[in-house]
Every structure is written in structure tokens, then in C-alpha cells.
Nanobody
Framework: VQLQASGGGLAQAGGSLSLSCAAS????????MAWFRQVPGKEREFLAA????????YYADSVKGRFTIFRDNANNTVYLQMNSLKPEDTAVYYC????????????WGQGTLVTVSS
């Protein structure tokens, strides 16, 4: 599967952005989808993902209550709605997919930069 992330940009603190991850090659229902982010010089941080069943979601404490992962199966796209943005949310955001049998994410989008100004 190929993943194409988009929607990054500049936002003010307290504002919102919505990221998209369009998949091609196979349907998203074949995978567990997630969002990560990375600040240069730091480790990649998990943000949000669907559970194995695909019916539920879970989040890192740093974004819980502010970010929402959801998907549109008809358009084979996963989204990350980001509200109440903070300057510390500034990072490159990646979508990722893994097979349900895998323990690691097998496919990654190219990343999209989010910058939050104070």
C-alpha cells in the first residue's frame, strides 16, 4: 500500500488543522492505521491508532481529547483532526499502516509538516 499524507501547514496556538492520509494499492480495512509525529533530533512519537478490530481508537496522553483519528473507507483515507493546537505540537506528522499480524508498522507516508505559532 502507498500512503500520501497531506494537510500540514501553519496554525496559531488554539487553532485547528486536519491531516489526510490517502491510501492506494489496497483498502485500508486490510491494515491497522495510525498517526505519528517527529521533531528533528527526537524519537518518533505515537499519536493515535485504530484498534485491531478497527472499531475503536486509542491515543497518546499528549493528544488525548484534542486529536481525533477517523477514516473514510469509501475514499480509502484516514484523517487526523487536530484541535486546541499548542506550539509543542510542531512536528512532521506521518501516517502509517501495519498488517494486523505485525507488531511494527510496515508502511509510512512521506510526512507533512505542522507548525504551530504561539
Amino acid at each position: 500500500v502507498q500512503l500520501q499524507a497531506s494537510g500540514g501547514g501553519l496554525a496559531q496556538a488554539g487553532g485547528s488543522l486536519s491531516l489526510s492520509c490517502a491510501a492506494s494499492g489496497r483498502t485500508l480495512s486490510s491494515y491497522i492505521m495510525a498517526w505519528f509525529r517527529q521533531v528533528p533530533g527526537k524519537e518518533r512519537e505515537f499519536l493515535a491508532a485504530f484498534t485491531l478490530s478497527g472499531d475503536n481508537t486509542y491515543y497518546a496522553d499528549s493528544v488525548k481529547g484534542r486529536f481525533t483519528i477517523f477514516r473514510d473507507n469509501a475514499n480509502n483515507t484516514v484523517y487526523l483532526q487536530m484541535n486546541s493546537l499548542k506550539p509543542e505540537d510542531t512536528a512532521v506528522y506521518y501516517c502509517a499502516a501495519r498488517y494486523k499480524e505485525s507488531y511494527e508498522y510496515d508502511y509510512w507516508g512521506q510526512g507533512t509538516l505542522v507548525t504551530v505559532s504561539s
